[in-house]
Every structure is written in structure tokens, then in C-alpha cells.
């Protein structure tokens, strides 16, 4: 079955960065596209960013534009976010999160992990 | 954005209805999922492409578009003390940016 599992959060000073996994087994990852989702305490859930199943496609969210970074590595099944310059209202639980079109982005969500706590405070 | 009620509560073998509406470009350009979270728990899909269900989703589940209020909706029919939970609704925009609803917590009475 699906399995994504996420690693790498923490506990961050505000303006540093943080790196997140996502180890993603049971299925053939270089097919689908991959999404972060994240959700505040107590909170929402905010779309962060998706990949395209060969890395080529990016989008992120307007709120993390030009500090957050989606990327893979096929080989290795492994999704990654670079967070730099990190704020306090990026605490979150990070979900990796499959997407439901095998080849395409859909943008429905089919799978998820358990998620990464991250957390920004002095 | 979408805005969805914050809360809806019914008793047990009743149906409830969540709205989810658009506040810009129509809600029928991209399709709608629902997702179900439970305490502690992430969310799993519960409705897809406006009101396809997954396999292992029960039918008392159904999902409808209707374009003259900008709106989707999901529909619980049979209310079960397990179904208590936050609802979202989700899409995506012209930007490629996907979106997520307000949220919406159902509790059974």
C-alpha cells in the first residue's frame, strides 16, 4: 500500500532555514505528481506546493513564493522542501500529500503522510 | 477562496448538507474534492471530480456542483457517530494554485 513518510521538522529560529523529506514507498513514485500541504495549530489546511511527477512542473503558494523550494529525486522515491528564511506563521504539521492523476497534476489528493512538525520561535 | 460553515450538527440517521462557495472565476472550471479529517489524524479523500466516490467510501457520501450559486456541496445522508469530523472542501485556480476550504466541523448529536 501507500506509504509516505516525513522527516526533518523541528524546532527553527525566525529567518533560518529547514530542510523536509519525503520517503514515499508502494507505488511508482516517478509516475505521480507530489504535493506539501501544511496546517497551522489548531488550523485550516493551506496548500504549500506541488512537483511534477519528472520535476519539470512547480507551483507554489503565493504565501511561500521566492522561500520555499519543492523538489525530488526519483531514484531515491524522495520528496524534498527547502524552507529558508523561515517565519513564525510557517509553524505548521507539513503533509506530503500524492497526487490522484498518475502522469498529469489533478490537484486532488489521494495519499498522505502522517506529517513533519515544524515550528519557528526565538 | 472558498468559504464553507463553520460548523453543522445533526443526529444520528439524518442527512447534512456543507456548502462550499467561491468567492471568484466559477467554481464549476476546476473540479472539487471533499476531504474528511478526523482528531489527530490526516485527511483522507472522500469525494473526487465534484462527486466521484472512492473505492471504500460509503454511498451516503455524494457530492453536487451548482454553478448558479458558485457553489459545491457534500452531502452526509444517514448521519453515523463516525462521521463526526472537519469537512473540506478543495480546488485549484487559474494559477495553479491549489486551494483549500475554510473547513467545516460536523458533529452528530
Known amino acids: 500500500q501507500v506509504q509516505l513518510v516525513e522527516s526533518g521538522g523541528g524546532v527553527v529560529q525566525p529567518g533560518r532555514s529547514l530542510r523536509l523529506s519525503c520517503e514515499a514507498s508502494?507505488?511508482?513514485?516517478?509516475?505521480?505528481?507530489m504535493h506539501w500541504v501544511r496546517q497551522a495549530p489548531g488550523k485550516g489546511l493551506e496548500w504549500v506546493a506541488v512537483?511534477?511527477?519528472?520535476?519539470?512542473?512547480?507551483y507554489d503558494a503565493d504565501s511561500v513564493q521566492g522561500r520555499f523550494t519543492v523538489s525530488r529525486d526519483n531514484s531515491k522515491n524522495t520528496l524534498f522542501l527547502q524552507m529558508n528564511n523561515l517565519r513564525a506563521e510557517d509553524t505548521a504539521l507539513y503533509y506530503c500529500?500524492?497526487?490522484w492523476g498518475e502522469g498529469g497534476i489533478d490537484f486532488s489528493f489521494d495519499s498522505w503522510g502522517q506529517g513533519a512538525l515544524v515550528t519557528v520561535s526565538s | 477562496m472558498l468559504t464553507q460553515p463553520h460548523s453543522v450538527s445533526e443526529s444520528p440517521g439524518k442527512t447534512v448538507t456543507i456548502s462550499c462557495t467561491g468567492s471568484s472565476g466559477s467554481i464549476a472550471s476546476n473540479f472539487v474534492q471533499w476531504y474528511q479529517q478526523r482528531p489527530g489524524s490526516a485527511p483522507t479523500i472522500v469525494i473526487y471530480e465534484d462527486n466521484q466516490r472512492p473505492s471504500g467510501v460509503p454511498d451516503r457520501f455524494s457530492g453536487s456542483i451548482d454553478s448558479s450559486s458558485n457553489s459545491a456541496s457534500l452531502t452526509i445522508s444517514g448521519l453515523k457517530t463516525e462521521d463526526e469530523a472537519e469537512y473540506y472542501c478543495?480546488?485549484?485556480?487559474?494559477?495553479?494554485?491549489?486551494?483549500f476550504g475554510t473547513g467545516t466541523r460536523v458533529t452528530v448529536l
Open positions: 512537483i511534477s511527477f519528472d520535476g519539470r512542473h512547480k
Open positions: 508502494g507505488f511508482s513514485f516517478s509516475d505521480y505528481a
Open positions: 500529500v500524492r497526487d
Open positions: 478543495q480546488s485549484y485556480d487559474s494559477t495553479n494554485q491549489g486551494v
